[in-house]
């Protein structure tokens, strides 16, 4: 089955500096990569997602790329606000099919600490 | 996210006794999923459900146990045998797989829950 590793753990970055999260998967055949954001004590908020006929998407400050030969994809946070301060989750899907059913397998999370 | 509720925020469980956490959309969305988090780890799935009447185990489904005779509505039994039950429990749902692939999962706001 898919598996997501998540890199970093923990990033700590000054007010206004960019930040970057990265994730690699294992099944090439996955095709669904979404990105969310858990503030503490809440539920997990979709911020942004990207499919595997599309390299990059922004919107606003945060983008996503995805090198599907290398099978990983990033979150870009640009001009970083202390409210961007949150636990980060990657995931992808497995493929539909007759033996897989589009689930998510999410990573174990990144918290970013965004320094005023 | 407003379209999913869970009930109740806290719960409290004693040893040997079997609690049960509401989870209801009016997305009309057909998928619906039980995640389990611990503090400072990742989400891992529980139970799944892509239509009415029908549900699948995920990774951790020992102990617990769903049901989805409706649409809206996919409730999750923490049972006796599971022996370490104190997480935070997450709900979510989704429109089925498309042609577009798969499609974002939206999460309801939890259920703590914790033993006496």
């Known amino acids: 089955g898919e598996n997501v590793e998540q890199h970093p753990s923990t990033l700590s970055v000054q007010e206004g500096d960019s930040a970057v999260i990265k994730c690699t998967y294992s099944d090439s055949a996955s095709n669904y990569f979404p990105w969310y954001k858990q503030e503490l004590g809440k539920r997990p908020q979709l911020i942004i997602d990207i499919r595997s006929n599309v390299g990059e998407k922004k919107d606003q400050r945060i983008a996503v790329t995805l090198n599907k030969t290398a099978k990983h994809f990033s979150l870009h946070i640009t001009e970083t606000q202390p409210e961007d301060s949150a636990v980060y989750f990657c995931?992808?899907?497995?493929?539909?099919?007759?033996?897989?059913?589009?689930?998510?397998?999410f990573g174990q999370g990144t918290t970013l600490q965004v320094k005023p | 996210d407003g379209g999913i509720t869970q009930s109740p925020k806290y719960l409290f469980r004693k040893e040997g006794q079997n609690v049960t956490l509401s989870c209801e959309q009016n997305l009309n969305h057909d998928a619906m999923y039980w995640y389990r988090q611990d503090p400072g780890q990742g989400l891992r799935l529980i139970y799944y459900s892509q239509i009415v009447n029908d549900f699948q185990k995920g990774d951790i489904a020992e102990g617990y146990s769903v049901s989805r005779e409706k649409k809206e509505s996919f409730p999750l039994t923490v049972t006796s045998a599971q022996k370490n039950p104190t997480a935070f429990y997450l709900c979510a749902s989704s429109m089925p797989f498309g042609t577009s692939g798969t499609n974002p999962q939206y999460f309801g706001p939890g259920t703590r829950l914790l033993v006496l």
């Open positions: 995931a992808a899907s497995e493929p539909w099919g007759s033996s897989n059913t589009g689930k998510l397998i």
